[in-house]
């Protein structure tokens, strides 16, 4: 299981600014980036890049779900990007 501890602050904030997916920088343990984008797709996630060389992963994920991305065994660390995109129209 992942150590890595979301960011509840700015979680927080994109779900109160209507957010509806919020991007992710995903770092992955070595050999496991297959098996981690297919776990990030199965919650909902489009992964944008990937770069096995590195371990690392980037991921436009819903605003409801990210929690659950640090809990994906090989995840080592999760950080929330500002979020730029799908926001709720405004009223």
Known sequence: MSSA??????LEQAKRD???TVPLMISVQPGRD?????????LGATVESRDPRIG??????????????????GVSKVDLDEPLGNKLPEP
């Open 34 to 42: 297959g098996e981690v984008e297919q776990a990030l797709r199965k």
């Open 56 to 73: 690392y992963l980037r991921a436009e994920m819903p605003v409801d779900k990210v929690e659950d991305a640090y809990l994906i065994t």
């Open 5 to 10: 501890k979301p960011d509840k602050t700015r």
């Open 18 to 20: 209507g957010y509806l």
